[in-house]
């Protein structure tokens, strides 16, 4: 599966800071055996973030992994983005995102995540920790393959 990696973030798409989500995904997304084919950085700008989904889904990527902006401060606006766009919202992943991360912290009822089908891609907003973003991909990893597959209308089993 190709898979596109956009971290959103104003102030490591200025360089003031590194990094660390989009690595982290980068790893987590190889132990899984998907290959990471196109990767950016963006701030927190509606029009960037979808710019940036529609070139990844316009380059095969089957899976397109946001990390930042999926929470309730004034430029967090990941979630926003991606409903601009969306052709579908899938509830499930926000809300099994949700449950098993409040398990590990009472913040984690203020995150946004969400998955959608934007063109013939999945696309996944994950919070911005590094730590957070990777276990919350782990929580839907079981049902990214077959999302995928009916989001690139491939023929499934069931």
Excluded at 28 to 43: K, R
Excluded at 81 to 109: D, K
Excluded at 127 to 141: D, I, M, S, T
């Amino acid at each position: 599966m190709n898979v596109g990696i956009i971290t959103v973030s104003d102030r490591a798409s200025a360089g003031e800071y590194e990094d660390l989500g989009g690595p982290a995904l980068r790893e987590a997304v190889g132990e899984y055996g998907w290959t990471v084919t196109a990767e950016a950085m963006v701030p927190d700008d509606l029009e960037r973030i979808q710019q940036a989904i529609r070139s990844f889904e316009a380059q095969g990527c089957g899976l397109i992994l946001t990390t930042g902006g999926t929470g309730i401060a004034i430029r967090d606006v990941t979630p926003e983005a991606i409903r601009g766009i969306m052709r579908v919202e899938v509830p499930g992943f926000g809300e099994l995102m949700r449950m098993r991360s409040v398990e590990m912290t009472p913040n984690a009822i203020l995150s946004r995540g969400l998955a959608a089908v934007v063109g013939q891609a999945l696309v996944v907003a994950l919070p911005g920790k590094p730590v957070g973003a990777v276990e919350c991909l782990g929580f839907v990893r079981g049902a990214v393959d077959h999302a995928v597959k009916l989001a690139q209308r491939v023929p499934t089993s069931c």
